[in-house]
């Protein structure tokens, strides 16, 4: 007895590849945050808090999961807004993309290849968000409302670029 092969299940396997990516994100920053603490601070200093905010202040460690939070947050609601939190995360690394070549530049051809690489996998992704029927049915998605929560998925992207700026420079002044 074969079976086949649904929308629904290639709709929950690329999910599960997302969420494992979320989860990941949080275990390797976490993991790199501990490292950097018993590196600079003894075992008795690593706990205090002024320890963490000046590790937090010498990184820019945790923006990453913030932003990953919000897919993951996406990925369970089988809604409009779960739609749009995905698809503004994938704006989130477009927008990052773009706001890291324009403060780091372009310096030889293999960095050339990775920001194209980077720009390729979200806009591929974004893609399949809009076109694939399965997605779409997972969410309810109306074709009439595509356009709007486009927009609100670029602005959820933009303003997750925002808080990372404003989370690095704010740190670095303040603390």
């Known amino acids: 007895?074969?079976?086949?092969?649904?929308?629904?299940?290639i709709t929950l396997g690329i999910y599960s590849v997302l969420f494992i990516l979320v989860l990941g994100s949080w275990v390797w920053e976490v993991n790199q945050f501990d490292k950097i603490l018993k590196n600079v601070f003894d075992w008795d200093q690593k706990l205090d808090l002024a320890n963490?905010?000046?590790?937090l202040k010498l990184t820019d460690l945790f923006t990453a999961s913030i932003a990953a939070s919000v897919l993951g947050v996406g990925l369970f609601l089988k809604n409009n807004v779960g739609w749009t939190l995905i698809t503004g995360w994938f704006c989130f690394l477009i927008t990052n993309?773009?706001?890291t070549i324009f403060e780091d530049g372009i310096n030889d051809t293999a960095d050339f290849f990775q920001a194209f690489l980077f720009f390729l996998i979200p806009l591929s992704l974004i893609f399949l968000m809009n076109k694939f029927i399965g997605i779409n049915e997972y969410h309810k998605i109306k074709i009439g409302k595509k356009l709007k929560l486009n927009l609100w998925a670029i602005g959820i992207g933009i303003f997750l670029v925002m808080f990372s700026v404003l989370k690095k420079n704010l740190l670095q002044q303040y603390l």
């Open 97 to 99: 993309g773009i706001r």
């Open 1 to 9: 007895m074969k079976k086949h092969i649904t929308n629904r299940h």
């Open 52 to 55: 963490f905010l000046f590790v």
